[in-house]
């Protein structure tokens, strides 16, 4: 069996994203787990907000083609999203609905979510961690008929969850994140076979 590879979709672009910084321990995380992990950004993806007309009259844009290789180059895929009025933001909202679009030649839309686990984490300087976000973006996914794990992550007081390394310093946020990071590797395991 070829060696797991999972991609990392932090959900925002901000200097300082607590998202951002998330999504790099989640690296760290799975570099230890001993899988091959890429991060993104977002910015390397720049597609126009969705727009059927838009569409029929120009297509998908090249940008959501190559995000929905991307993704589809990976056998799990974990989606770090800041919460914005109780949901995901824009940007990843919209970039899920230009994925969903892709069909590529032997494929129907939406196939490559089907086809791979996804993972769910937020962070948040509040007390939820961002738990009403993870709540709507697994909506979300399962609009698109994605496998979603059980396990999440919903990091609380996120200005004070990281050591000076930009590592999850509290054991028990550590050890959600383990959680999540095993259950992910597991899931695309089971889904390559």
């Not at 899920?96 to 993972?119: C, K, M, Y």
Request: charged share 20%; proline share 6%.
């Amino acid at each position: 069996m070829s060696a797991v590879k999972i991609l990392i979709i932090p959900g925002s672009l901000r200097t300082g994203s607590h998202n951002v910084r998330l999504a790099a321990a989640a690296a760290h995380a799975f570099a230890r787990a001993d899988v091959d992990v890429a991060r993104i950004s977002l910015a390397d993806y720049p597609l126009p907000i969705y727009d059927a007309d838009f569409e029929a009259k120009s297509g998908v844009p090249a940008n959501a083609v190559k995000l929905k290789r991307m993704i589809g180059a990976h056998h799990g895929v974990l989606i770090v999203s800041p919460e914005y009025n109780s949901a995901p933001p824009p940007l990843l909202k919209n970039a899920i609905d230009w994925v969903s679009r892709v069909e590529d030649p032997h494929e129907t839309q939406g196939q490559v979510f089907r086809e791979r686990a996804f993972a769910l984490a937020a962070a948040s300087e509040g007390k939820l961690g961002g738990a009403r976000c993870l709540a709507a973006l697994r909506l979300i996914l399962s609009g698109c008929r994605a496998p979603v794990i059980p396990n999440q992550l919903a990091l609380s007081f996120a200005d004070q969850a990281y050591d000076e390394t930009d590592r999850l310093k509290l054991p028990a946020d550590i050890a959600a994140m383990d959680a999540m990071v095993r259950q992910l590797i597991d899931f695309a395991q089971q889904m390559m076979r």
